[in-house]
Nanobody, 118 residues
Framework: QVHLVESGGGLVQAGGSLRLSCAAS????????MRWYRQAPGKQRELVAG???????DYADSVKGRFTISRDNAKNTVYLQMNRLKSEDTAVYYC????????????WGQGTQVTVSS
């Protein structure tokens, strides 16, 4: 059984910073992808950033240059450093973990609220 626990959300003023963490536990395949998604009220869940176990990253255009995703493979933990936050970044942020062994395995965290006040 795989379990993801997010932390680090909260209330911050526009222009401020937050760092989200997501720790995975359980039987985890070493070659995996970890991502952060977010869902704002009334909107669909969207991909924010992703990172492979080898360190390749990708970002949504809306966060490029402001957010940085990183991971610690020894701790099975992924981070999202969010700088220069905007009110439109307000959402519930979800951690995602996946791998193929042999079929696609996908796990989600419970979500953490990020609120940016303008």
């Amino acid at each position: 059984q795989v379990h993801l626990v997010e932390s680090g959300g909260g209330l911050v003023q526009a222009g401020g910073s937050l760092r989200l963490s997501c720790a995975a536990s359980g039987s985890i395949f070493s070659r995996n992808n970890m991502r952060w998604y977010r869902q704002a009220p009334g909107k669909q869940r969207e991909l924010v950033a992703g990172i492979t176990s080898s360190g390749t990253t990708d970002y949504a255009d809306s966060v490029k240059g402001r957010f940085t995703i990183s991971r610690d493979n020894a701790k099975n933990t992924v981070y999202l450093q969010m700088n220069r936050l905007k009110s439109e970044d307000t959402a519930v942020y979800y951690c995602y973990l996946s791998w193929v062994d042999p079929g696609l395995q996908v796990y989600w965290g419970q979500g953490t609220q990020v609120t940016v006040s303008s």
